[in-house]
């Protein structure tokens, strides 16, 4: 059965479908017939609308939620700055944190586990490009956290929309709209300004998050694919309406603003949507729901195939961020490098692994919870050893990726590194290059007798015309 066996059941009831429009109460009732904002909504709730796009975005852009809640969510305090000397999620901001833009291919080992803080404070930004403040680009973040919220705090992000990636530990998500359980080889969205509050049911967790400071994710085009395949919209999953109600205690209201943290109070618990309707709202993904589709005769396809979501850029078929995965697969294609070849790219080119081992890279050095990034037009493909065996494989049909997931995160921009993911984290692999491609052997020999062409010397270095050459301009 194409879904994941998960260790941890999940607790929760969904709603499937991506991109539709949903509708759900808590309460039989409190859901207005027809009126989205009535002089009186239900059981004396507050009206509320949630925009994801302009008011004027095109109607098959349009994001939008209705809620229905017991106190609106502007009744809080005023903001005041939190942890400025720690907290720095804004790739934008240079003033302290220098933003590395650098041609190297970069390799980390897995990135630590944190059991002294919560998901807000587990937040490293490691790459990314753009600005949350000009709503362009993206962040690339590593989260690691021991430790659940506090049971009155709620977190949200004005910047983005987070694409979160569990590596390890699962994450239970109370969220305004209702609640998720995310494990490993599931991701969460969380669109921009939703709030929400994390507890780790399973102990430590860690991961990748992908913030989108721009639009939102989509499933791609499918084009000759035809109307199914790649990640279906059925299997997308979006929570239930589910409130407290408690309007005596302190509440802490976090937010991410600008890549800076700010906090307000407010006397009532953010999580009291009693029913909601709307397109705009959190979902999770099983990863091993993902139709895998590939090459039947020969060659290796673009990666491009294994898009599970994506951000389209104002110039069609490139995206600010695609989330690609490395899905167990069958190969089968004939006379064929299978894995993926030596290129260099436009896009940049994050990758992860959540666990298990990738198969393009089988020497060791791409571990789970670890990462590598391979910049605009810098050069990468299998390693030494990989090449060594898939150049020499016996081509029978094989699965590849058995018990193994690797994602990308790919973008048509730059992406600069953090200082903390460049230095500060101490994960940098120093011998990535050597490791990987500078042992790389020439198997090139010329064969006997060697018809040259275009100038190409016969053994003299740098004679033109020596005998044997055949330039092209000859007949
Ligand atoms: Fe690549």
Not at 226 to 242: K, T, V
Not at 274 to 287: F, I, T
Not at 352 to 361: F, N, R, S, T
Not at 428 to 457: C, I, M
Request: proline share 8%.
């Amino acid at each position: 059965m194409p879904v994941t066996q998960f260790e941890l059941p999940d607790k929760y009831q969904y709603q499937n479908g991506l991109g539709s429009y949903h509708e759900t109460e808590a309460v039989e009732g409190a859901l207005p017939v027809a009126a989205n904002n009535p002089q009186k909504a239900p059981y004396g709730l507050y009206n509320e609308k949630l925009s994801g796009t302009a008011f004027t975005a095109p109607r098959c852009e349009n994001q939008q939620s209705w809620l229905y809640r017991v106190l609106p969510a502007s009744a809080h305090s005023p903001f005041e700055p939190r942890e400025t000397d720690s907290f720095n999620t804004n790739p934008g901001d240079h003033g302290r944190d220098r933003w590395h833009q650098i041609p190297n291919q970069l390799r980390w080992d897995p990135f630590d586990l944190d059991e002294t803080v919560d998901w807000v404070h587990g937040l490293k930004l490691v790459a990314g490009a753009g600005d949350p403040t000009m709503k362009c680009g993206l962040g690339i973040f590593i989260y690691a956290a021991g430790k659940d919220m506090d049971a009155h705090q709620a977190f949200y992000s004005a910047d983005g929309d987070f694409l979160i990636v569990p590596q390890h530990g699962a994450l239970d998500v109370q969220t305004e709209l209702g609640k998720l359980l995310v494990r490993p080889n599931e991701i969460c969205i969380i669109p921009r300004g939703i709030r929400y509050r994390i507890t780790l049911p399973e102990g430590p967790v860690r991961g990748f998050i992908l913030e989108l400071y721009q639009g939102h994710f989509h499933l791609p085009e499918l084009g000759p694919i035809g109307s199914n395949g790649l990640a279906n919209a059925r299997d997308f999953q979006a929570p239930i309406a589910a409130f407290d109600e408690d309007t005596e205690n302190e509440y802490t209201l976090l937010a991410k603003f600008g890549g800076h943290l700010f906090a307000a109070k407010q006397k009532h618990t953010p999580f009291d949507v009693v029913a909601w309707h709307g397109n705009y709202y959190p979902y999770k993904y099983d990863l091993g729901r993902f139709n895998t589709i590939g090459s039947i005769s020969y060659d290796h396809p673009d990666p491009s195939i294994f898009t599970v979501l994506t951000a389209q850029s104002n110039h069609p078929g490139t995206a600010v961020a695609d989330f690609v995965i490395f899905p167990p697969r069958w190969l089968v294609a004939e006379d064929t490098f299978r894995p993926p070849w030596y290129h260099r790219n436009t896009m940049s080119e994050f990758m992860g692994l959540i666990q298990g081992q990738y198969d393009a890279k089988t020497g060791g050095g791409f571990q789970p919870a670890g990462a590598s990034l391979h910049n605009v037009m810098s050069a990468h493909g299998p390693d030494a050893s990989t090449h060594e065996k898939a150049s020499n494989a016996e081509l029978k049909p094989m699965k590849v990726g058995e018990g193994s997931m690797a994602f990308m995160f790919e973008s048509c921009l730059m992406v600069g590194v953090t200082e903390w993911g460049l230095k500060k984290c101490a994960k940098v692999q120093a011998d990535y290059n050597a490791e990987s491609w500078e042992s790389l052997k020439p198997h090139f020999r010329r064969p006997t007798p060697a018809k040259l062409v275009n100038g190409t010397s016969n053994g003299v270095p740098g004679s033109i015309g020596d005998q044997g050459q055949v330039p092209h301009w000859t007949s």
